[in-house]
Structure formats: structure tokens, C-alpha cells
């Protein structure tokens, strides 16, 4: 039986994103918090594999963004004597979220942000620890080794995991929803906002492949066994993107408009790929990537008016 669990947090609908279980002989550790309203299921499957809130060493998160951290300080509340790992520049959001909170009401709107990740607060500054580039920490009985994956976002890392030979990867190496992997590995790459860089994604998944992990777990969302598939899929999504941001940047005009642009270009690539790998692009596969759509137009919209 694997001491690595894949928890639902139940993100707006079933399988999109996870948080993992750690389990040791008398510690156990979360990888990913995400937000406060997954933190029933996230303490239902720590009672179900046998430990209870005091014996969680650690919590990890990726990033700071609130699909992967928002609900850390409710989950630290639950685990009295869990120590939060995180980024150098997620970890100062962490201990203060109002900026946080501020620019994500922005973008959600005051109801929409309450529905989706409910109270947010800062975590005591003494139950945060920031890995080092490369450090080796041991959690839950294993040795986890912390890499910096820039790409995605300027406050990632990867964690390394020694003793199973895999990597837990948040958003730095793509999204693989399990509904969309009924013809075969299907897997894209994931932009931001305001943070996306391909030439540093592109060396991030070089780096996971140099671990010579055997498998990845994506936070959106399980395990992913080809990695080499997995990469190459990832790099001709990249060359794809950057090819649009070039595109973005010519064309030039308001960002609404470039954004527009970008997201019909996202769109039909998508459906190209999926067309080509033999699947189906159905409404309920359009419904799951949408939101994705959305917010990887505006990461290479955003990055064209800069």
C-alpha cells in the first residue's frame, strides 16, 4: 500500500485539485493546502489513514497562489504542531495575506472569493521555515529535496522525494485532469497572470527530468507515470505559447483585446491537440479546461503589453 495519498479537495468540482497525504511510521506531513473549505476532506483522510491533526509534521505548498496555499492557516490551526514549508517569496504571504487577499478580491469579486476560499489568515511567523535551493529536509520519514521552478510563478518549487524516487510538482510541470485521459496522456502547460516565463519553464521541467524521479504528482491533478511523454508534451505547449506571445506582442492594442486574441488561440490549439491524440472534445471537457483557457490567455496577454 502506497504511503503517498491523493486527497480530492473538491476545488469547485471533483478532480481538479489535490493535496497529498504523507504518511510515516508516527508522522504524516500535507502537500498542498489548498483552501480552506477542502480542510473537512484533508482532515478526513488523515483520520482514515490512521493519524490524527497533532501527529502532522509538516505542511507544503508549492506556491503561494490560493488553489495551492489559501488554506493554510486553517490547516495549521487544525494541526497544532505543523510546520509550514514554503518559498522565500510565497512564505511572506503566508505570514501576511493581506495583499493577498486585496488583489484576489480584485479578480473574483468580494462573493465569488468568499465562495471559493472562504477566511484567510496569517500563520505565526515561528511556524514557518523556507527550504533552501536544493535542501534536503526529512519529512515523514523520507529525505525531500526542495527545488526552485520558476515559469509558472517566481515563488515555486518542485519537492523531490528520495525514498520513492518522485516529484510533487504543484503547477510547475502541467495540468493532467483524469477526465481528459481517456485516449492517452493528455497534458498542457499552465501560465499566470502575471508571472509567466517560458524560457524558465522550459529549464523548471528540465530540472524535475533531472532528478530521475519515475513518477510526478501534479496537483491538478494525480500521478503522471511518463514523465518523458508527459515533458514532451509540455514543450510543444510551450513552443505553442511562445509563438502566441510573439504573435500577441505584433498585434499590439488594448489588453481586453489581446486577451480575447490569445484566448481563441489557446482555445483552438487545445482542441487541435485533443483532436490529434484521438479524443473528444465534448462540452464537459470544454467546461473542465475553460477557466484554464482564461487564465493562460491572460498570462501571455499580460506578459505581451510588458
Not at 489557446?266 to 473528444?280: L, N, Q
Request: with cysteine.
Amino acid at each position: 500500500m502506497s504511503d503517498i495519498i491523493t486527497i480530492d479537495c473538491h476545488y469547485e468540482r471533483p478532480e481538479i485539485a489535490a493535496s497529498y497525504l504523507i504518511k510515516g511510521r508516527s508522522k504524516a506531513a500535507f502537500i498542498e493546502n489548498n483552501t480552506s473549505r477542502a480542510l473537512p476532506h484533508l482532515l478526513d483522510g488523515l483520520r482514515q489513514n490512521g493519524f490524527s491533526p497533532d501527529q502532522v509534521e509538516f505542511a507544503i505548498i508549492t506556491h503561494v497562489h490560493l488553489d495551492h496555499a489559501g488554506g493554510s492557516s486553517a490547516l495549521m490551526e487544525a494541526c497544532p504542531n505543523a510546520v509550514l514549508l514554503a518559498h522565500p517569496r510565497a512564505a511572506k504571504h503566508i505570514i501576511d495575506p493581506s495583499r493577498l487577499i486585496s488583489s484576489s478580491k480584485i479578480v473574483y469579486g468580494e462573493s465569488k472569493f468568499h465562495e471559493l476560499y472562504g477566511e484567510i489568515r496569517g500563520v505565526d511567523p515561528a511556524r514557518v521555515r523556507i527550504p533552501s535551493d536544493g535542501e534536503t529536509i526529512r519529512v515523514a520519514d523520507r529525505d525531500m529535496t526542495f527545488i526552485y521552478t520558476r515559469g509558472h510563478a517566481n515563488h515555486h518549487f518542485c519537492i523531490y522525494d528520495q525514498t520513492d524516487s518522485c516529484i510533487f510538482t504543484g503547477d510547475t510541470f502541467g495540468l493532467a485532469y483524469p477526465a481528459l485521459q481517456k485516449h492517452g496522456l493528455f497534458i498542457y502547460p499552465s501560465t499566470t497572470p502575471t508571472d509567466f516565463d517560458p524560457a524558465e519553464a522550459r529549464l523548471s521541467i528540465q530540472k524535475i527530468l533531472d532528478t530521475g524521479a519515475r513518477r510526478a504528482y501534479l496537483t491538478h491533478f494525480g500521478p503522471v507515470e511518463d514523465i518523458q511523454a508527459a515533458a514532451q508534451q509540455l514543450r510543444e505547449g510551450l513552443d505553442f505559447y511562445e509563438n502566441l506571445l510573439d504573435s500577441a506582442k505584433s498585434r499590439g492594442g488594448e489588453m481586453q483585446d489581446l486577451e480575447k486574441f490569445c484566448e481563441d488561440e489557446v482555445r483552438a490549439y487545445i482542441r487541435k491537440k485533443m483532436d490529434a491524440g484521438g479524443g473528444s472534445f465534448d462540452s464537459s471537457s470544454l467546461e473542465i479546461m475553460e477557466l484554464d483557457i482564461g487564465i493562460n490567455a491572460q498570462g501571455i496577454a499580460f506578459k505581451a503589453m510588458r
